[in-house]
C-alpha cells in the first residue's frame, strides 16, 4: 500500500517537474537595449555589466510579467533604429518621451519623471528661477536647464557657466565658484545621496517642464507594449518600485500616472 502511495507521489511530482519545465521553456527573452553612459540610470560596472536604475525597473518588470530579458549595451546614437531592425525589442536608456519619438516608437506609460531642479548649499535662500538673477549660476552646456536658465538670465550672460556633465558642475557648487546649479533631477539626486559630504538641496519651480521617461517598443508592437506597462503597474502597486528609487535617489517616491 504504501508503496503505491510513494509512486502516486513520485508521478505526481513528475508531472509537476514536466510542467515547471514547460513553463520555463515557453519564458518569452526580449532584447533589451540601454546606453551605459547615463549615470545612475544606466551604466558599467567594473565586470562591464549593465547596471543602474533603469536596469532595475526592467529587470523587475519582467519578474512581475513572467519573461526574460537579454541586457545589450547600446550606443545611444541609433539607438531608436535598433527597433526597427529588430536587433532590439525593448529600449531603456533614460528616454524622454516626445511627441516627435511618439512617431518613431510606441511608448510604455511614464517611469519616471524628468523634470530639471535648482540646487543649492542647504543655507541657501535661493527658493525659485527668478531668484537666480543676480547669481552665478552653473549649467550643462546645450542642456535643458541652460536654456530654462538662459530665458530668466540671458544667453550671453557673464553670471552664467556652462560645464560639460552634471558631476562637474555640482562639483563646482560643492567648492562655493557658483551659487547654484539647473541640472536633471534624477542625476542631482544621485549625486546628492553619494556626496553626503556636501550639503546640497533641491529646489522646485512651477517653471520647470514636467516629463517622463518611457520605455521604447518598436512602432506597433503593442503586444509587448502592454506587458510593460501591467509590469509597471504591478511594481508601482507592490511597492517593489518605491524600494528600487529609494536605492538610486531618496525616500521621495514621485506619483506616476498610471493610465
Not at 531668484?131 to 549660476?137: D, F, I, N, P, T
Not at 547654484?180 to 542631482?188: H, K, L, P, S, T
Request: hydrophobic content about 40%; charged content about 25%.
Amino acid at each position: 500500500m504504501l508503496t503505491n502511495v510513494m509512486k502516486k507521489l513520485a508521478i505526481g511530482g513528475c508531472v509537476i517537474a514536466a510542467m515547471f519545465s514547460s513553463v520555463q521553456a515557453l519564458a518569452q527573452t526580449y532584447v533589451v537595449g540601454s546606453g551605459g553612459t547615463y549615470r545612475p540610470f544606466e551604466f558599467e560596472n567594473s565586470q562591464k555589466e549593465l547596471e543602474g536604475f533603469d536596469i532595475d525597473i526592467i529587470k523587475a518588470v519582467a519578474k512581475a510579467e513572467g519573461f526574460d530579458i537579454k541586457l545589450i549595451n547600446t550606443p545611444w546614437e541609433g539607438i531608436f533604429a535598433t527597433l526597427n531592425t529588430g536587433d532590439r525589442d525593448i529600449i531603456i536608456s533614460g528616454i524622454t518621451i516626445t511627441d516627435k519619438r511618439k512617431g518613431m516608437v510606441d511608448f510604455s506609460l511614464p517611469y519616471f519623471p524628468a523634470e530639471q531642479s535648482i540646487v543649492v548649499p542647504v543655507d541657501s535662500k535661493i527658493d525659485s528661477i527668478s531668484s537666480l538673477k543676480g547669481k552665478k549660476v552653473g549649467v550643462v552646456n546645450s542642456s535643458t536647464g541652460d536654456i530654462v536658465v538662459s530665458d530668466v538670465l540671458g544667453k550671453n550672460s557673464t553670471d552664467i557657466k556652462r560645464f560639460d556633465n552634471t558631476p562637474l558642475m555640482l562639483q563646482e557648487l560643492g567648492e562655493e565658484g557658483i551659487d547654484a546649479a539647473v541640472g536633471d533631477v534624477g542625476v542631482v539626486k544621485f549625486y546628492i545621496k553619494t556626496h553626503p559630504d556636501k550639503p546640497l538641496k533641491l529646489v522646485s519651480d512651477d517653471k520647470f517642464e514636467r516629463q517622463y521617461f518611457g520605455i521604447a517598443v518598436a512602432k506597433g508592437n503593442s503586444e509587448l507594449k502592454a506587458k510593460l506597462d501591467a509590469g509597471l503597474k504591478k511594481i508601482i502597486a507592490d511597492g517593489t518600485y518605491a524600494k528600487i528609487y529609494a536605492t538610486w535617489f531618496d525616500n521621495n517616491v514621485p506619483t506616476l500616472p498610471v493610465e
